[in-house]
């Protein structure tokens, strides 16, 4: 595999002639076969269980919700009791 290292911005002629120098005929090939392809959107399957990101929205929009009054929280006697039976 073949790697590319660009430190200075370049024109777009100026790294087809990079491009020419570095890689051979096949590699150049790909390039321009990958290049036309249709850009693919990689969309992230959502996991099957909650990520720590979706608990800490959920305890931010409780911690809201307690905040105007919309909701009580369990005091955390009643916690640790359910948590020990």
Do not use: H, Y
């Amino acid at each position: 595999m073949s790697t590319l290292n660009l430190t200075i911005p370049l024109t777009i002629p100026q790294l087809a002639e990079i491009l020419r120098a570095q890689f051979s005929p096949q590699e150049r090939q790909q390039l321009v076969e990958l290049m036309q392809e249709p850009r693919l959107k990689l969309s992230k399957p959502k996991p099957s269980q909650p990520t720590l990101a979706d608990d800490l929205r959920e305890a931010f929009t409780e911690v809201k919700a307690a905040r105007k009054g919309q909701k009580q929280f369990r005091s955390l006697t009643n916690v640790l009791d359910e948590l020990q039976s």
